[in-house]
């Protein structure tokens, strides 16, 4: 298995910008897709963003397209999620996770990060 920490979640006013970061370590990074979930206070946990293998696909939630951009850094062992544009509905905690190919379903995904909170304040 591949052990993932996510983290660069903070308290950030409407309109500003974070990059979370998902390090991996375990197994070979490269041999993995990366999805980011989050879960907003009280509600399931949805569907961010994923990214292939070799980074050439791309998927990404409606609520977030042309706002958030989802990469990753092979040689670093490290994805990431830039975080354009917030807005206080994308309060939640966010969860990376990696699985062998991508997906837009939580529970196709078989490694998870610990989750890291990001606040938006209007």
């Known amino acids: 298995q591949v052990q993932l920490v996510d983290s660069g979640g903070g308290l950030v006013q409407a309109g500003g910008s974070l990059r979370l970061s998902c390090v991996a370590s375990?197994?070979?990074?490269?041999?993995?897709?990366v999805g980011w979930f989050r879960q907003p206070p009280g509600k399931e946990r949805e569907f961010v963003a994923a990214?292939?293998?070799?980074?050439?696909?791309?998927y990404y939630a409606d609520s977030v397209k042309g706002r958030f951009t989802i990469s990753r850094d092979n040689a670093y062992n490290t994805g990431y999620l830039q975080m354009n544009g917030l807005k206080p509905d994308d309060t939640a905690v966010y969860y990376c996770?990696?699985?062998?190919?991508?997906?837009?379903?939580?529970?196709?995904?078989?490694?998870w990060g610990q989750g890291t909170q990001v606040t938006v304040s209007s």
């Open positions: 990214i292939s293998r070799n980074g050439g696909i791309t």
């Open positions: 996770a990696s699985r062998s190919v991508p997906s837009t379903n939580s529970y196709d995904y078989d490694n």
């Open positions: 375990g197994r070979t990074f490269s041999n993995y897709a």
